[in-house]
């Protein structure tokens, strides 16, 4: 019997909102099965519906916590919610995927709200890659608000970014890590600043830190002669103090990027990213099966490791030798 019918079903399921199908259709992307990417062609034109926040930020300093009462007011405005949660850590340990599944338990049971985490097991490209398309599955699958969760550190957070159409970035007071990113020109990514855990006695001083950065890089994401203005606004997520104000914020930027035409702009701009992503990844793995095994590579690696010839120059023979 033909899988097509199978296949076909699930996508129909899949663009009906049914949260079983959608958690199968990710979990083919995650382990390449080809009737993954064929599901992602099929459903693909139903996509660009849904609002795409990522948050980012270092460990600790709240994200899951935030993501969770953010989806607890977007259920109570009646819009349904898709978590993806992209961690680092060891795939054997699992470390924070835990404790983040722990932090989001009150929504396991409402069918509005579906929570999805990814570990990168040491695969940058596959993470990227997978990670990306399952944030269009949950899209095609009607849902409203789409929260993507990165730990702030390494490729992962650029390439899930690099995805949204709203960019969050979240610090908490007395971080050596916070103070850090305002000196590593993290200023330029968010278009919303939260400093969450915001009854820290350090909270004001952060506050009035960051605003110092912001008006001295001018820092505005806008159209022709309008900019918006980067807020920074006061959580405590864990009671919900100041969550209710950064909705209003993230529906205040979706409406701004609406209506100066940015928002199409920031698509193109990420979808054109997502493209040459995964071709880069794709080249990469093209190129380790073709020199898997060639005597002469092996011969230019054992020049490099010896310091008679530099990497730059052994990789242009390698590519020389593609290209011939």
Known sequence: MSETPVRQSLTERLLAGDRRALARAITLVESDDPRGWELVREVYPHTGRAAMIGLTGAPGAGKSTLIGALAKLRREQERSVAVLSIDPSSPFTHGALLGDRIRLTEHFLDPGVFIRSMANRGALGGLSEAALQAALLMDAAGRDDVFLETVGVGQAEVDIIDHADTIVLVLMPGS?????????????????????KADHPLTDTMVREIKSVLALGAVGHGHDDAFWSVPVIKTQAHIGEGVAELVAKLDEHRAFIEAQGTLSERRRRNLRSEVLSICTHRLRRQLEARIEGDPRFQELLDEVVARRLDPASA??????????
Not at 176 to 196: C, H, R, T
């Open 176 to 196: 050596g890590d916070s103070i850090q990113a305002l000196k590593a020109g993290v200023m330029e990514i968010p278009d919303i600043i939260v400093v969450n």
């Open 315 to 324: 990789a242009g023979e390698i590519l020389g030798r593609l290209e011939s």
